[in-house]
């Protein structure tokens, strides 16, 4: 059974432009408004105006509002919930990227295929054991960016709703949460990052969404570095397993992971993350102003050639050793 957090923290992946066929296309709408789709009841009239989005069977909210486009599997509540989340990280990240997310922002949200979910009460009495979600339907991907016609599009993956039949004959509604805020801000980064023009090699992209991913968000509603997030600490445990030349040659066919067709470098991401917090704290040590932005950082971190960074590889090991993880 895969742990959601390991599911977290190893298995995002990153779209190619217009490579998944997943993907449908959502329109932008002349007006802002909330609207909620039934798609069973307004087939005959929606269907042509809002293009494929709602012909995936999952949608069951559409919400076009004035600075974004979501399309989610759940009622008006929870997709609200997701708004919510999704505006609160676009206005952090802009921030902290210098950029300005266009309104063609597309966000859908789509429905993990799970096996089902089965609960058994413990041997004492005490406790519930929940199993079944172990083979989500494309081998770890919790979502992916990409941009079609201009438009930035996220795609992320969530869990539906489910019922549980108690041992006692009630049916229990149940809803899980795969860490969603942490994919959207990851995906969200990758938007941002692109529009930055902080695109790079695979290192450097999924080094700067996951940085953004694992942050925390302060008493000021603004997003800070957590010390040592998961990623780091894998990174940490098994930093022997993998040369820094792995980590700077790592390519990723985005569909071809989605398939299952290809293996992901698992170790890519713990360790790109490491890569790029130990390039971002020498970066601060050598350019210590308050007012250097992220962007700025970034851009001079990109630029580095591989064999700069292969000198580097020493010293970012012993800082990794040294992680104080408590
Ligand atoms: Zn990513």
């Known amino acids: 059974m895969l742990c959601p957090r390991l599911l977290v923290c190893a298995s995002r992946y990153r779209a190619r432009r217009g490579h998944s066929p997943y993907l449908v296309r959502m329109p932008r709408l002349p007006f802002a ?3 909620v789709l039934s798609v069973a009841s307004c087939r005959s009239q929606s269907i042509s105006e809002f293009g494929d989005t709602v012909r995936d069977a999952d949608i069951r909210c559409l919400a076009a509002e004035p600075d974004m486009t979501i399309a989610s599997p759940f009622g008006p509540r929870r997709t609200d919930e997701l708004l919510t989340k999704v505006r609160a990280n676009l206005v952090a990240l802009e921030r902290l990227f210098e950029v300005e997310v266009p309104a063609t922002l597309a966000v859908h949200f789509r429905a993990l295929e799970m096996p089902g979910i089965e609960m058994q009460l413990s041997e004492d009495g005490q406790s519930y ?7 989500p339907s494309h081998h770890g991907v919790l979502g992916y960016s990409t941009r079609r016609r ?9 869990v539906p709703t489910g019922t549980l039949a108690h041992p006692d004959g009630r049916e229990i509604t149940v809803s899980f949460d795969f860490g969603t805020e942490l994919t959207i801000r990851h995906e969200l980064a990758h938007v941002c990052a692109m529009l930055a023009d902080l695109n790079g090699p695979t290192w450097f992209d999924e080094g700067v969404a996951l940085e953004l991913e694992y942050s925390e968000w302060n008493e000021a509603g603004e997003l800070v570095r957590r010390p040592v997030p998961v990623t780091l600490r894998v990174a940490h445990r098994r930093r022997a397993d993998a ?3 792995e980590v700077l040659a790592w390519k990723e066919d985005f569909g071809a992971v989605y398939t299952g067709d290809e293996q992901p470098f698992l170790l890519g991401r713990p360790l790109a993350h490491a ?5 971002l704290q020498r970066d601060e040590r050598a350019f210590p102003a308050s007012g250097e ?3 700025a950082r970034l851009l001079r971190i990109r630029a580095l050639e591989d064999d700069e960074l292969r000198a580097l590889e020493p010293e970012w090991l012993a800082w990794l050793t040294d992680l104080p993880l408590e």
């Not at 890569?275 to 390039?279: A, P, T, Y």
């Open 129 to 135: 054991d929940v199993s079944g979600m172990e083979a």
């Open 243 to 245: 040369t820094l030349d």
């Open 33 to 35: 408004l909330l609207i």
């Open 150 to 158: 201009g438009a930035p599009e996220v795609t992320i993956y969530v």
């Open 293 to 295: 932005s992220l962007r």
């Open 275 to 279: 890569l790029m917090r130990f390039l």
